[in-house]
């Protein structure tokens, strides 16, 4: 088998390739543009499609943001001709909040809406595509992302006075398809909380409630809370990691169970759900909002295989030093190879390690790169 | 009139590689009406220059004469025969 590993960084788009997930070769940054001055963008969104090989990247870049799209494994980049997103310019303008970085293409006006960044990239069933961008917006693309539509509904929630700006910026960061039903979509924002269509878009609930707070006078809201990841199980159960506990729920209308107990901590970004065994997933916390360590300085993922009831620490093959960098929420994924499907992670230190699930062993993928904003990986043959 | 419109590097490729352009506009033309003609021709270089709401991007200068346009009345600063314009963008960051 062979696989492919693509890390978007604070400065351009790595990849790295292995035939056994244990060693492997690394490449970058990768030029997506033919001038080359993608090398240098912020890379925060990366989309893979295990049906068709087909991979998107959403890079901010002096330029302005946009989306390259490669159809051979990262060989080769094309990018549209047109903008593949534009606000439309009839909506009342709605501030961007304060961003954590002041990102290099802020508008030139503070009364417009504009793509910010491009936070977020999945693919959906046959050509469908959605993004979730900043300011906090989903756009659909029935066209493989070469073209996308604004998602007015979502936007016009009446819950966006409630929303606010997670310190990385104001966007819908996670879009959770139902590959049972490809009606139904998830999607999570910082700070705004969860919302679930059942009609592909044209109306929106909130899904939050029963996710507390601790840094709001009202520790219970309907919505608002700053949600970090959400990840679907097999089964269908959702999990999520807020600014506070982890969560898990059958049945979000009816709330969610807090599944933090057994983790060394309520705080952390990101959580990502086995591909095919239901109750297993895997967690990166971090020490705490107030201190964005990995708990107790030791670098590794923590497990569990009861939905979240009980969690092991699963840090073999990890650097036992005293470890700093913290994961992001799209700083961990799967490649859902099947059978055995491999675990990725990195951090904002710039390393990057991967393990299959039959190892239970990290390996690296990189090190010292700039800080790590999302991984991805794929099988490729 | 026709104005010469030079562009950076790391935007030739839209240019077919080429440093200037030559863009016909009318006589009375500001910055703004040469920048949508050049957008009629090269769409994606447009879009490198403005964003979907026609402002400039935050990084990206351009040159009337000697002057950033910035400086001068943005998009709305006229325009004279043969004057040169220039695309340069601020290559800024850590």
Request: glycine fraction near 10%; hydrophobic fraction near 35%.
């Amino acid at each position: 088998m062979a696989y492919l590993v693509l890390i978007g960084t604070r400065k351009g788009l790595f990849t790295a390739t292995s035939d056994d997930r244990r060693t492997w070769r690394l490449d970058g940054p990768v030029i997506l543009d033919e001038d080359g001055f993608t090398a240098v963008a912020e890379i925060y969104a990366i989309g893979t499609d295990p049906d068709t090989g087909r991979i998107l990247v959403g890079a901010a870049t002096w330029f302005g943001p946009s989306i390259w799209r490669s159809d051979d494994y990262a060989a080769t980049w094309s990018e549209p001709i047109e903008a593949p997103m534009a606000f439309p310019q009839d909506l009342p303008y709605r501030p961007l909040d304060f961003s954590e970085t002041a990102g290099i293409d802020q508008p030139e006006s503070d009364q417009t809406n504009t793509v910010k960044r491009i936070w977020q990239l999945t693919f959906g069933p046959g050509d469908r595509v959605w993004a979730g961008v900043e300011p906090t917006s989903l756009w659909t693309s029935d066209d493989g992302g070469q073209t996308f539509t604004f998602n007015r509904a979502l936007w016009e929630h009446p819950e966006h006075t409630t929303w606010a700006s997670g310190a990385g910026g104001p966007a819908v960061h996670t879009i959770v398809p139902d590959p049972t039903d490809p009606k139904t979509q998830t999607v999570a924002i910082s700070s705004g909380g969860i919302y679930q269509t059942r009609d592909d878009g044209h109306s929106w609930t909130g899904i939050t409630k029963g996710i507390t707070v601790d840094y709001a006078p009202d520790e219970t809201p309907d919505s608002g809370q700053c949600i970090h990841k959400v990840t679907r199980g097999t089964d269908g159960t959702l999990y999520t990691q807020s600014h506070g506990p982890a969560y898990r729920s059958t049945r979000p209308d009816g709330g969610w169970t807090d599944i933090s107990a057994n983790l060394p901590s309520k705080f952390g970004f990101a959580i990502v759900a086995h591909p095919t065994e239901a109750g297993t997933v895997m967690a990166w916390p971090v020490t705490a909002s107030m201190e964005r360590t990995p708990p107790d300085r030791q670098v590794g993922a923590w497990r569990t295989e009861d939905s979240g009831d009980t969690w092991q620490p699963w840090h073999n093959g990890l650097p036992t030093d005293p470890y700093f960098g913290g994961i992001l929420r799209d700083g961990a994924c799967t490649d859902a190879a099947p059978g055995d499907p491999g675990w990725y992670f990195g951090t904002r230190c710039g390393d990057v390690w991967a393990a299959a699930d039959s190892d239970g062993r990290w390996h690296q993928v990189a090190a010292h790169l700039p800080d790590v904003l999302c991984v991805r990986a794929m099988e490729t043959a | 009139m026709h104005i010469d419109l030079k562009i950076p590097a790391a935007l030739a490729s839209e240019c077919g590689g080429a440093r200037a352009i030559a863009v016909e506009v009318p006589d009375g033309a500001n910055l703004g009406d040469l920048l949508d003609a050049v957008a009629a021709d090269y769409p994606r270089l447009a879009r490198r220059v403005r964003d979907e709401a026609g402002q400039l991007r935050r990084f990206v200068n351009v040159y009337v004469g000697d002057d950033e346009s910035r400086r001068l009345e943005g998009q709305a600063t006229p325009l004279k025969a043969g004057q040169p314009v220039q695309i340069l963008p601020s290559i800024a960051g850590g």
